[in-house]
């Protein structure tokens, strides 16, 4: 008669178990990384009697949690991929929204100034058309410098990315370990093996948080506790034991940061997540873009400059030599020695080689004994000419001398576009500084020095300038600046475009992991339903045998009575 | 196959934003009227946008360009015109003058006739245009080409007084007493006009000289006009330097009209390639003065008398002696000739402006055309392509509206 009464408790306590689980399951519909839960029963042992083996009723074998290994890892790699080519995109449209708004680009500025310059050609004497040109002159300047700050917003934008991501990754870093300590104590408490599924689960949408910032790898200890490694092989967590990821900014380039881990640069190693996606945006949209802009900034003023300050060539309306129309700040082409090193350089532009301007930075090492130039937009090695550092070398449209030797090894950045932009001023405000003759009556011999008189009508300079616009005097004489322009719009456009295809591809792969991992993990409401109903009737009918082991007894104790 | 029941939430929600953002871009492309929106979303077709609007508005500006040309062409032609017609009138009374029945009284009104109309003829070669720039001078627009000149160029004196002379000046012939001067000095300008004011050269005074106005120089003036030769003989000391000037050469000017332009023609950018010239050196059309410097020439004898305003002067002073001279009338057609010649070539140029603005016209409508096909929307495709995604949007609605009503939760 026990027997009876211990096999329907076990089965009312069995099925309370199930819904207590089904419950959990039914709350936890909405939560994010949650794994639906299953009770696994198992039989009694059954008692053996003369009669043979008599079951004992139903026993909790455990509380198991949907889940696979294999998915969650693809589930893992799939949102580092897609939130990479995510990031990547949404900073890259910006850049590409930039450059081809008709407000902020350059296209329209450029062709105004153009247009101001035909009508001091047509006009020469005509101060009106003379201050159209400065001014239009003075708005092509701003949208240089325009376009530039917009792009070291993006770059501080970029860089408080990076921060925040690196941020969030030792955060989350930190919370793994600690759950991992919790987790290696929750399953060694129980002698059988028993997991505590819900805290598996907060790790793993930890984990998947973390491959969000960047992409990791994960290993499973025998313990319970879980490795993750980024980049190539860098620990990140092991254990209970967290990394440190950090920013410093670059020695060479205060603007740019690298990534450390434990003091150990890994920029270079980083793959997939946000971080990635920001690295990429940076080195391969943003800098490009900045330095194309910077080639056309500093083509154009120089290749202006050449005509409207030419020595004896270039007068303006008191026929007076005409001066340097557009600047580029006090050192136009700036030189940073790294730390350590000794000796100095200078460069400057060679108006003379300007369609060898390349959009790039360059590094001039001296090994101790010579000196190697590396153009770093594609690493490669310039040859310098055989008299450098004797007499300045003339090189990718710059002229680089050397002020002193270097004691020893030494590394400088040369840097002839990146701030060209950012830099550029113009000069001439005044109208009748304007160059638009290419002669002059001089004063006439001996004292008093008559000043020398205009030859107001002379237009030969002023149609020089208004040429250059269709010259293709940039990128090796293929481009004209409009479109050196062209090429910076055109290379940040299928950036973007690429960037955005990739994002969907990526996307769709993630929705597909994320179904996989859903079918298999996630709550059904219908199928939790359905196992409520299941689970009351197999407590009713439990709880009937009870009824019926009662009467049974009230029935033996009657026949007794 | 088992489903999670928020994932089959987030799919169709996913869906129905992929819908929107859908129909969001061709809303906006319909709100543009163009294709693309941002470069990314054709980079090659954008980089080609950016190279036809260039093209457009680079033709757009040879266009404005040609029409600055043409107003000061058609302002030439104007003047041209108006100056053949001077000159035929002034053949005619040349014609009339040489007419041996006349008497001296009769020619000497035809010479008045004749004096003003060539005051009237210089008056055209000293035509402004709206700036205010002068059309016959060259690039040195901002001078009045031809003056009718009296004087003997301060500028010139002012180099004998700036370079210490010790000597004499022979003006027409007659010296003045020696002249020895410090350079620059006020006192030592004023020892020299009185010097040759004391020379007494006939119709020849000496004053100081005012244009431009402060030179300061010594001017000479000549009563009827004509033929002053002054020159100088001694040495010439550098100021600065003290030693004598090797190049001291003798200081001559003989001439009535003064050419103050220059040879050069101005240029406009027409078309990509084609540059016009839109005006003419004055020497050019009006024939050059007799030169200003040395060596020393007279005027020549009618016949062969190069610039227009010097001939008709000289015919109207030789029938004002009534001596007038046939070979006069040839000077006056061979001036005709010049004028028809350069008006001529300003109707040629503007024929080039005609045809290049006919091109250039062509250009930015062919270019139109096809930066409209890169860049423009298909209106007809996109408002289909709107109603088919407007559609597809309300259905995922609808079945999202349907499928979320299925529970079995209902049912217990």
Redesign the interface.
């Known amino acids: 008669m026990s027997g009876i009464l211990t096999t329907a408790l076990s089965g009312l306590m069995a099925s309370q178990r199930s819904l207590d689980t089904t419950g959990h399951n039914i709350a936890n519909?909405?939560t994010v990384g949650y794994s639906r839960q299953r009770v696994e029963f198992s039989t009694n042992p059954a008692q053996f009697t003369g009669d043979g083996y008599i079951g004992q009723g139903v026993n909790v074998a455990s509380v198991s949690r949907s889940y696979d290994q294999f998915i969650t890892n693809q589930l893992t790699s799939s949102t580092s991929a897609f939130s990479e080519t995510d990031t990547l995109s949404t900073l890259?449209?910006q850049v590409?929204?930039i450059?081809?708004n008709e407000a902020t680009g350059l296209?329209p500025a450029l062709?105004s100034f153009?247009?101001a310059v035909?009508g001091v050609?047509?006009?020469?004497?005509?101060i009106p058309a003379r201050e159209v040109m400065t001014s239009t002159a003075g708005s092509l300047t701003q949208q240089f410098n325009g376009l530039s700050s917009q792009f070291e917003a993006l770059r501080k934008q970029t860089n408080n990315q990076m921060q925040t991501s690196v941020d969030d990754i030792n955060s989350y870093a930190k919370t793994i370990a600690t759950l991992n300590g919790q987790i290696v104590t929750g399953s060694s408490r129980t002698s059988d093996g028993q997991l505590p599924n819900d805290l598996l689960d907060q790790r793993d949408a930890l984990v998947n948080k973390l491959a969000e910032k960047i992409s990791v790898s994960t290993i499973q200890q025998q313990d319970g506790s879980v490795s993750v490694f980024i980049g190539q092989g860098q620990s990140l967590v092991s254990g209970v034991k967290a990394a440190n990821l950090s920013l410093e900014a670059s020695k060479t380039d205060s603007s740019r940061q690298n990534i450390l881990i434990d003091g150990q640069d890994i920029s270079k190693q980083i793959s997939g997540g946000e971080l990635s996606g920001a690295l990429k945006f940076r080195d391969e949209v943003l800098d490009p873009a900045q330095q194309q802009l910077g080639l056309v900034a500093a083509g154009f003023a120089v290749e202006f400059n050449k005509l409207h300050a030419a020595p004896g060539k270039a007068f303006d309306l008191n026929g007076v030599q005409g001066t340097d129309m557009f600047g580029l700040g006090v050192v136009p082409v700036s030189v940073i020695a790294a730390p350590g090193s000794t000796g100095s350089i200078t460069a400057a532009y060679d108006p003379a080689k300007t369609g060898d301007l390349k959009p790039s930075d360059y590094r001039l090492d001296y090994s101790g004994s010579a000196y190697s130039l590396t153009r770093l937009s594609d690493n490669t090695l310039i040859t310098l000419p055989p008299t450098f550092p004797g007499t300045p070398a003339s090189v990718e449209g710059m002229t680089i001398t050397q002020g002193s030797l270097p004691t020893g090894t030494s590394s400088f950045i040369i840097r002839p576009t990146f701030n060209a932009a950012k830099n550029m001023t113009t000069l001439i405000t005044d109208p009748v500084k304007i160059a638009a003759?290419g002669?002059n009556i001089p004063g006439?011999?001996?004292?008093?020095v008559v000043p020398p008189t205009?030859?107001?009508?002379?237009?030969?300079v002023a149609?020089g300038l208004?040429?250059l616009?269709?010259t293709p005097g940039l990128l090796g004489g293929k481009a004209t600046f409009?479109?050196a322009?062209?090429?910076l719009?055109?290379?940040?456009?299928?950036a973007?475009?690429s960037a955005?295809i990739s994002n969907s591809a990526q996307e769709a792969l993630l929705?597909q992991a994320?179904?996989t991992q859903?079918?298999l993990?996630?709550?059904?409401?219908?199928?939790e339903?359905?196992n409520?109903?299941k689970f009351q009737q197999s407590y009713q009918a439990a709880a009937k045998v009870i009824a019926i082991a009662s009467s049974l007894f009230d029935t033996l104790m009657g026949a007794v009575r | 196959?088992?489903?999670?029941?928020?994932?089959a939430q987030q799919?169709s929600v996913?869906s129905m934003l992929n819908q929107q953002s859908r129909l969001n871009q061709t809303q906006l492309q319909m709100n543009a009227g163009k294709k693309i929106l941002?470069?990314?979303?054709?980079?090659?077709a954008?980089?080609r946008i950016?190279?036809l609007?260039?093209s457009i508005?680079?033709t757009e500006?040879y266009q404005?360009?040609n029409d600055?040309?043409r107003q000061r062409l058609t302002l030439e032609d104007g003047v041209l015109q108006s100056s053949v017609d001077i000159l035929n009138r002034i053949e005619e009374l040349g014609v009339q003058g040489l007419n041996a029945t006349y008497n001296q009284s009769d020619r000497a009104t035809i010479a008045t006739e004749m004096e003003e109309l060539n005051k009237q003829l210089v008056g055209y070669a000293n035509t402004q245009n709206a700036?205010?720039?002068y059309l016959f001078?060259?690039?040195?627009?901002?001078?009045q080409p031809f003056s009718k000149s009296n004087i003997v160029a301060g500028?010139v004196m002012?180099?004998v007084l700036?370079?210490a002379p010790t000597g004499t000046i022979i003006i027409n012939g007659v010296a003045t007493g020696n002249i020895t001067t410090t350079?620059?000095s006020t006192a030592d300008r004023d020892s020299v006009i009185k010097a040759i004011n004391d020379a007494n050269v006939p119709g020849v005074t000496a004053m100081i000289d005012t244009d431009p106005p402060g030179s300061g120089g010594v001017r000479l003036e000549a009563a009827d006009g004509r033929n002053i030769a002054a020159q100088f003989t001694g040495t010439l000391t550098?100021?600065?330097t003290g030693v004598a000037a090797a190049t001291a050469e003798p200081i001559i000017y003989v001439g009535t009209y003064r050419y103050a332009g220059?040879n050069?023609q101005?240029?406009?950018?027409i078309g990509?390639t084609r540059?016009i010239t839109d005006g003419d050196p004055g020497i050019n059309v009006f024939g050059a003065p007799t030169p200003t410097t040395s060596p020393v020439t007279a005027v020549p004898p009618p016949g062969s008398i190069a610039n227009i305003f010097e001939a008709i002067d000289q015919f109207a002073k030789d029938l004002r002696t009534n001596t007038p001279k046939q070979a006069s009338l040839g000077d006056v057609s061979s001036a005709l000739g010049k004028i028809l010649n350069a008006q001529s070539s300003v109707g040629a140029r503007l024929n080039a402006l005609d045809s290049q603005e006919g091109f250039n016209t062509d250009y930015i409508l062919n270019t139109k055309t096809v930066l409209s096909a890169t860049e423009d929307l298909d209106y007809a495709e996109a408002i289909s392509r709107f109603s088919q995604q407007t559609l597809a949007l309300q259905a995922s609605q609808q079945a999202f509206a349907q499928v979320k009503k299925l529970?079995?939760?209902n049912y217990?």
Not at chain 1, 121 to 126: E, G, L, M, R, Y
Not at chain 2, 1 to 7: A, L, Q
Not at chain 2, 266 to 269: F, Y
């Open positions: 519909v909405n890259a449209s590409d929204n450059t081809a296209s062709k153009f247009n035909n050609a047509n006009d020469p004497t005509s003759a002669s006439s011999l001996g004292p008093p205009a030859i107001a009508g002379d237009n030969t149609l208004a040429n616009e269709k409009n479109g322009y062209g090429q719009v055109a290379k940040v456009g299928s973007t475009h955005k929705n994320k179904q859903e079918n993990a996630g709550v059904n409401l219908d199928e339903a359905a409520l109903i | 196959m088992r489903i999670s029941t928020s994932w799919t996913n941002t470069p990314s979303d054709d980079p090659a954008a980089s950016i190279d609007n260039q508005k680079q500006q404005s360009n600055a040309a700036n205010g720039e001078s060259g690039f040195k627009s901002t001078t500028s002012a180099v700036s370079l350079a620059n550098q100021a600065s220059d050069n101005r240029s406009i950018q990509e540059k529970s079995l939760f217990l």
